[in-house]
């Protein structure tokens, strides 16, 4: 039942409509939307974050714990200083930070471990619904991880990778195959600091013993677990997830498509694809050309399936397949005011789980399909990779038997699709540059190229939506710094038409003609969010050719908007690797001067790198160039 919020409503005035719908987005196409959902009463994230303000300073600032039943407990000095247990602020904002760090670690490795279990399946010959799309980066992969391929067939070769890729989530083999891609002076400082990576659940695991009530109780020791919870999710579960993915859907080539709200058509069964794990999405992409889905589809009239991408399961078939992408985090909900969607297909993460009361002021199905991501008012499709087809057609046809159901008086798509090109892994960059990444050395080294920042994450209330990625991206390339971009960040780049060869206009007068002559654009996309691990992996790359340690590079990381738990594990890996990352949103530390002290200068003295928070992403972009050319200075060149 679609409930509307009248009360809201009749506070709201034109005047007052008009005035949230600039302050809520910079994305253009979806300011209609935002108005749309104000004048009907539609309830989305900026009325929810309003309805939680003011927060709540305690929490706000790391200074609350819940952890086990002696509390709830707050630090309110002067006298509450500890919780009953006797943890500190110190302790308190430490363990939290930890343990919102190790979910994020989760999030992304269990996103790895089904892609690695599919490939698994397909050796082990219980999975027959997929194919290996790229059995030369497997083939290289094998290698890789010890493995002597010849005269083995692609099948062998699935099951031995796959189960020597699997080992790596225990606790036997203390170390990650992927890791050792970082350059010998990175390894040293992760030995040296005890932070090397062991096993990726092992190191999630170890992070949660250390939050129980009684065990970690210095605030130092939990962050410098957390950097190697971290690095176990970079150079671990993410980075199975990237290269594994390229081997069972192909690995990323340049290729051109469109984004942003515009991409629902009228005349179609559109279906959105929202999420992360591509498992599904790739065969809901297969099952949509099925003969007898066709049919139907010709059977109620419409003239074709859509497909359209949202966040990072929109980025990975963006990335591979040219679909279309929606757009990111907050376009979620809008991409159902359009009134054209048919189905939002979802897997796991960043899904909002209000999706079904906003679906059900349309004729929208949200259709469910992990069991570890149920929510209450959706339909519900087990999906399984040994029956993936089957699960995918019952799905688009579910979809296309929805199109009956549409109201075509509520149809509202007054915006056009902005053109894009993405596709940019490791392997496309260096295609681009003629097999080998010297020719970017070198342009980086004359100074045409200033050096590089990876610009990643999510959207987030407390920032205008993709204000912060498309500002501080634009002010970036001005300066002549090379952005490669993944997640939610990529998107927003997207629709501010960042992602076409056509913007290297925007861009300094040394990486503009580097862009032109090579056809790129500007700001490279490379990906989902698992897939900030090819930053890290074309980081390592630049890192062994100049023989130093990433840290030593003119590199740096930003989240401008970032919200998520994962968003956490990444900024850690990046530090962890030697990566300067400046975050546009506080993270809930500020109870702890000295956890910020530690993040902010004195894991310099661990890993040649910290955090820096700047909201302004003006100001962002000063701090990144600055220490791009500090870099720069450090290196002679
Ligand atoms: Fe309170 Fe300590 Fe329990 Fe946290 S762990 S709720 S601070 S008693
Ligand atoms: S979807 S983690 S909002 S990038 Fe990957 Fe976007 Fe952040 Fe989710």
């Given at each position: 039942?679609?409930?509307?919020?009248?009360?809201?409503?009749?506070?709201m005035?034109?005047?007052?409509?008009e005035?949230?719908?600039?302050?809520r987005t910079?994305?253009?196409?979806a300011?209609?939307?935002?108005?749309?959902?104000?004048?009907?009463g539609?309830?989305?994230v900026?009325?929810r974050?309003e309805m939680?303000?003011?927060?709540?300073?305690?929490?706000?600032?790391g200074?609350s714990?819940s952890r086990?039943?002696?509390?709830p407990?707050r630090i309110?000095?002067?006298?509450?200083v500890?919780?009953v247990?006797g943890?500190?602020?110190?302790?308190?904002?430490?363990?939290?930070l930890?343990?919102?760090?190790?979910?994020?670690?989760?999030a992304?490795?269990?996103?790895?471990?089904e892609?690695?279990?599919?490939?698994y399946?397909?050796g082990m010959?219980t999975?027959?619904?997929?194919?290996i799309?790229d059995p030369g980066?497997?083939?290289?992969?094998?290698e890789?991880?010890?493995l002597?391929?010849?005269?083995?067939?692609?099948?062998?070769?699935?099951?031995?990778?796959?189960?020597?890729?699997?080992?790596?989530y225990?606790?036997?083999?203390?170390s990650l195959q992927?890791?050792?891609?970082?350059?010998?002076a990175?390894l040293?400082?992760?030995?040296?600091?005890?932070?090397?990576?062991?096993?990726?659940?092992r190191?999630v695991?170890?992070?949660?013993?250390?939050?129980?009530?009684g065990v970690g109780?210095?605030?130092?020791?939990?962050?410098?677990?957390?950097?190697?919870a971290?690095?176990?999710?970079?150079?671990?579960?993410?980075?199975?997830?990237?290269?594994?993915s390229?081997v069972l859907?192909?690995?990323p080539?340049?290729?051109?498509?469109l984004?942003n709200?515009?991409v629902?058509?009228?005349?179609?069964?559109?279906?959105?694809?929202?999420?992360h794990n591509?498992?599904?999405?790739?065969?809901v992409?297969?099952?949509?050309?099925?003969?007898?889905?066709?049919?139907?589809v010709?059977k109620?009239g419409?003239?074709?399936?859509?497909?359209?991408?949202?966040c990072?399961?929109g980025?990975?078939?963006?990335?591979?397949?040219g679909?279309p992408?929606?757009?990111?985090?907050?376009?979620?909900?809008?991409?159902?005011?359009t009134?054209?969607l048919?189905?939002?297909?979802?897997?796991?993460?960043?899904?909002?789980?209000?999706?079904?009361?906003t679906?059900?002021?349309?004729?929208?199905?949200?259709?469910?399909?992990?069991?570890?991501?149920?929510?209450?008012?959706?339909?519900?499709f087990?999906?399984?990779?040994?029956?993936?087809y089957a699960?995918?057609?019952?799905?688009v046809?579910?979809a296309?038997e929805?199109?009956?159901?549409r109201?075509p008086?509520?149809?509202?798509?007054?915006?056009e699709?902005?053109?894009?090109?993405?596709?940019?892994?490791v392997e496309?960059?260096?295609?681009?540059?003629?097999?080998?990444?010297k020719p970017l050395?070198?342009?980086?080294?004359?100074?045409?190229i200033?050096?590089?920042a990876?610009?990643?994450?999510?959207?987030?209330?407390?920032?205008k939506h993709d204000?912060?990625?498309?500002t501080?991206?634009?002010?970036?390339?001005?300066?002549d710094i090379?952005?490669?971009e993944?997640?939610?960040?990529?998107?927003?780049?997207?629709?501010?038409?960042?992602?076409?060869?056509?913007?290297a206009?925007?861009?300094?007068?040394?990486?503009?003609?580097?862009c032109?002559?090579?056809g790129?654009?500007p700001v490279?996309?490379?990906?989902?969010?698992?897939?900030?691990?090819?930053?890290?992996?074309?980081?390592?790359?630049?890192?062994?050719?100049?023989?130093?340690?990433?840290?030593?590079?003119p590199?740096?990381?930003?989240?401008?908007?970032?919200y998520?738990?994962?968003?956490?594990?990444?900024g850690?890996?990046?530090?962890?690797s030697?990566?300067?990352?400046?975050l546009?949103?506080?993270?809930?530390?500020?109870g702890?001067p000295?956890?910020?002290?530690?993040?902010t200068?004195?894991l310099?003295?661990?890993?040649?790198?910290?955090?820096?928070?700047e909201?302004?992403p003006?100001k962002?972009a000063?701090l990144?160039?600055?220490h791009?050319?500090r870099?720069?200075t450090?290196?002679?060149?």
């Amino acid at each position: 039942m679609c409930e509307l919020d009248r009360v809201r409503l009749a506070l709201m005035n034109p005047a007052l409509i008009e005035q949230k719908k600039e302050e809520r987005t910079f994305d253009e196409a979806a300011k209609p939307f935002v108005e749309l959902t104000m004048r009907e009463g539609i309830e989305t994230v900026w009325d929810r974050f309003e309805m939680q303000q003011p927060p709540c300073r305690h929490c706000e600032s790391g200074l609350s714990c819940s952890r086990c039943a002696m509390g709830p407990c707050r630090i309110i000095p002067p006298n509450r200083v500890r919780g009953v247990c006797g943890a500190d602020a110190d302790l308190i904002v430490s363990r939290n930070l930890l343990d919102t760090l190790a979910t994020g670690a989760a999030a992304h490795s269990d996103h790895g471990r089904e892609i690695v279990e599919t490939l698994y399946g397909i050796g082990m010959g219980t999975v027959t619904d997929y194919v290996i799309a790229d059995p030369g980066k497997m083939r290289r992969l094998a290698e890789e991880y010890g493995l002597s391929t010849a005269g083995m067939d692609d099948t062998r070769i699935a099951a031995e990778l796959g189960r020597a890729m699997l080992e790596e989530y225990g606790s036997i083999k203390d170390s990650l195959q992927i890791a050792m891609r970082a350059p010998e002076a990175t390894l040293e400082v992760w030995e040296k600091a005890g932070i090397a990576p062991r096993g990726i659940d092992r190191d999630v695991v170890d992070a949660m013993h250390r939050v129980h009530m009684g065990v970690g109780a210095d605030y130092g020791n939990i962050l410098t677990h957390g950097l190697r919870a971290s690095l176990s999710d970079g150079w671990g579960g993410s980075s199975i997830a990237t290269e594994i993915s390229d081997v069972l859907f192909g690995t990323p080539e340049p290729n051109e498509s469109l984004v942003n709200l515009g991409v629902v058509r009228e005349s179609h069964v559109n279906i959105s694809l929202h999420g992360h794990n591509p498992l599904l999405s790739e065969m809901v992409v297969k099952a949509s050309k099925d003969p007898e889905i066709l049919a139907l589809v010709k059977k109620v009239g419409a003239a074709g399936i859509n497909l359209v991408g949202l966040c990072c399961t929109g980025n990975e078939l963006l990335m591979r397949k040219g679909i279309p992408n929606a757009g990111n985090h907050f376009n979620q909900e809008l991409v159902i005011t359009t009134g054209a969607l048919e189905a939002m297909v979802v897997d796991y993460q960043c899904i909002f789980p209000s999706l079904p009361r906003t679906a059900s002021c349309y004729h929208t199905h949200v259709i469910t399909t992990s069991p570890k991501s149920k929510i209450p008012g959706s339909y519900y499709f087990e999906f399984e990779p040994e029956d993936a087809y089957a699960t995918a057609k019952a799905i688009v046809k579910m979809a296309v038997e929805n199109f009956t159901n549409r109201n075509p008086a509520r149809v509202f798509i007054p915006v056009e699709p902005v053109r894009v090109t993405t596709g940019f892994s490791v392997e496309a960059i260096t295609g681009a540059l003629g097999g080998t990444l010297k020719p970017l050395i070198d342009q980086i080294a004359s100074g045409n190229i200033r050096g590089a920042a990876g610009i990643v994450g999510c959207n987030n209330p407390k920032v205008k939506h993709d204000y912060g990625h498309v500002t501080l991206t634009k002010e970036l390339i001005k300066r002549d710094i090379l952005c490669v971009e993944t997640g939610c960040a990529a998107i927003a780049s997207g629709k501010a038409g960042l992602l076409q060869p056509e913007a290297a206009s925007l861009a300094g007068p040394g990486l503009r003609p580097v862009c032109e002559s090579l056809g790129i654009p500007p700001v490279l996309h490379m990906g989902s969010c698992v897939d900030c691990s090819r930053i890290l992996h074309l980081a390592a790359a630049l890192g062994n050719a100049l023989n130093v340690g990433i840290h030593r590079l003119p590199l740096a990381g930003a989240a401008p908007e970032w919200y998520s738990q994962k968003a956490v594990s990444i900024g850690a890996y990046f530090v962890a690797s030697g990566v300067y990352t400046v975050l546009g949103v506080m993270p809930k530390i500020t109870g702890s001067p000295p956890v910020v002290s530690l993040l902010t200068e004195g894991l310099k003295g661990m890993v040649h790198a910290s955090f820096a928070v700047e909201p302004d992403p003006l100001k962002a972009a000063d701090l990144i160039s600055d220490h791009i050319e500090r870099k720069r200075t450090e290196l002679g060149i």
